[in-house]
């Protein structure tokens, strides 16, 4: 069953716009990855220091698979991110 994960993060002030260029770069990256359906980032209109992260995994083997990418990846640049990401996971399913 496909899993939906949406999440938030919140860049230092004033690096909205870098933290959300260094994401776009690990989005192309990503979104090769075996079973990833989305990987994109999003940055809020009213808030350009808010960002979010949709991902659409096929399901929760591809999401173990990547979290192992992951854990081999470069972090981000230092002092682009604020705060701690809130994520929510819900199972997939269309309804429309």
């Known amino acids: 069953m496909a899993l939906r994960l949406i999440i938030t993060f919140t ?27 989305q990987f994109e980032i999003f940055q809020s209109a009213l808030d350009p220091d808010k960002l979010t992260l949709l991902e659409l995994w096929e399901d929760e083997a591809a999401l173990a698979e990547h979290a192992k990418l992951n854990a081999t990846r470069a ?8 705060g701690t990401p809130e994520r929510e996971d819900y199972v997939y399913s269309r309804t429309r």
């Not at 690990?26 to 990855?33: D, F, I, S």
């Not at 972090?75 to 604020?82: E, K």
């Open 11 to 37: 860049a230092a002030p004033g690096k909205g716009a870098e933290l959300a260029a260094a994401f776009r770069e690990r989005c192309a990256e990503v979104a090769h990855e075996p079973g990833c359906l």
């Open 75 to 82: 972090p981000f640049p230092p002092g682009l991110r604020a």
